[in-house]
C-alpha cells in the first residue's frame, strides 16, 4: 500500500463509520455559503446562511434587497459589510449574464470548463469552486482551506506555502476517487488532533508517518483531550 493510501486508511481509523455525504446541493446555494464561511466558524456561517433562507423567499430578492436587510439576516457571521457587498454583487452579476439566478447548468460542464466559467467573478477563487464542484455536484476534487494545507504540509504530503499551490500538487498526488474522502477526512482530523495551535501529536495515529520537524516537541505537550467538531456547512445546506 503507498504512503497516501496508508494515510487515508489511518485517518479512516481515527473516524470508524464515517462516509462523505452525497452531494446535494444547489450549487448556487454552496457559493453563497462558502463566502459566507470565511474567517468565520462553520456553526455561525450555517445560521447566517438560514437566516438568509428564512427572510428571503430566494436569491432574487436577497440581489434586489436593500443592504441593510441582508446584513441584518447575516450579522451573526461577521464582516457583514463585505459579505453583503459581495453577495448582492455576485448575484447582480450573475444575473445580468445568464438571465436568471441559476448555477444548474453546471452540471453538463466539465471540471475545467467550470473552474474557467465561475473564475471570472471577482472573488470566486478555486477554493469555492471546488466546493461547488464537490458539494452539489458530486465530482472527485479535494478542496483546500488552511485545515486541508496544514495537515498535507506536516504530514510531508506537500511542501508549498499556500493553499493554491497545495491545491494543484494535491489533485495529482491524491488517487482518483479518494479525493473528496480525503478532503473530508482532513478537515475532521485537523480539527481533531492535527489543530493550528497545540497539535495532539502525542494522540496522532498518524505520528510515525508525519514529518513535521516539532512533533516530538508536541508530543509531550499532548495532554488535551481531543475534540470532536464535525459540523461542516456544505454537508448541511
Ligand atoms: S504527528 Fe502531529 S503534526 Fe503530525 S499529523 Fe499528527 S498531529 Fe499533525
Excluded at 146 to 174: C, D, Q, W
Amino acid at each position: 500500500m503507498n504512503r497516501i493510501n496508508t494515510i487515508i486508511k489511518l485517518l479512516q481509523n481515527e473516524f470508524p463509520g464515517f462516509e462523505p455525504q452525497p452531494a446535494k446541493a444547489d450549487p448556487l446555494d454552496v457559493l453563497i455559503a462558502t463566502k459566507l464561511s470565511q474567517n468565520t466558524t462553520d456553526k455561525t456561517s450555517y445560521r447566517a446562511f438560514t437566516n438568509l433562507k428564512n427572510d428571503f423567499r430566494n436569491w432574487d430578492e436577497v440581489m434586489d434587497a436593500s443592504p441593510a436587510s441582508i446584513r441584518k439576516a447575516i450579522r451573526v457571521c461577521g464582516l457583514v459589510n463585505t459579505k453583503t457587498a459581495d453577495i448582492k454583487n455576485l448575484l447582480k452579476q450573475m444575473n445580468k449574464k445568464y438571465g436568471k439566478l441559476s448555477l444548474k447548468f453546471l452540471e453538463k460542464l466539465d471540471d475545467k470548463s467550470i473552474y474557467e466559467e465561475l473564475l471570472q467573478y471577482k472573488g470566486i477563487g478555486v477554493k469555492t469552486i471546488s466546493c461547488v464542484l464537490a458539494f452539489s455536484l458530486g465530482r472527485d476534487v479535494l478542496p483546500v482551506d488552511t485545515h486541508v494545507h496544514r495537515v498535507m504540509n506536516r504530514l510531508g504530503i506537500v511542501k508549498t506555502s499556500a493553499p493554491e499551490k497545495t491545491f494543484e500538487h494535491a489533485n495529482l498526488l491524491i488517487p482518483k476517487g479518494k479525493k473528496f474522502l480525503f478532503h473530508t477526512l482532513l478537515i475532521r482530523f485537523g480539527r481533531k488532533i492535527c489543530r493550528s495551535a497545540n497539535p495532539l501529536c502525542g494522540k496522532c495515529s498518524l505520528y510515525d508517518l508525519c514529518e513535521f520537524k516539532d512533533k516530538e516537541n508536541y508530543a509531550l505537550k499532548s495532554n488535551a483531550e481531543p475534540k470532536e467538531n464535525n459540523f461542516i456547512i456544505l454537508e448541511h445546506i
